[in-house]
């Protein structure tokens, strides 16, 4: 939060930032503190490595997802890229004709 506030004075920037950040931290962590409570009630403490388990390889899969799904975007904007060129080229192509003059024009050789 506090890297992309620019227009913001330091004392509210970094507040802003503490505030949102320590409110996202505490909501997983209070999930978190729910699933083994519950975990530990239903199954005597025996079934909290599956809620640890489970905490380890969403933040495995969060870390990754971060990581590649950047790259993949990267990728498909290229894509559409040359897909968008492609087409336009087609397009041109086409409304110019086989001789390269515009309809109505004599091709000066």
Known sequence: TAAVITDMSPIWKWSLAITA????????QGGTV?????????????????????????????????????????????VLMVTAFRLVARWRRRRLGASGSRPGETAAY
């Open 21 to 28: 950040g320590g409110g996202v931290a505490g909501t997983l």
């Open 34 to 78: 729910a699933a083994r409570g519950v975990s530990t009630l239903t199954t005597a403490g025996l079934g909290n490595f599956v809620v640890s388990t489970l905490e380890i390889v969403g933040s495995l899969v969060t870390s990754v997802l971060a990581i590649l799904l950047p790259l993949v975007a990267l990728v498909l904007v290229l």
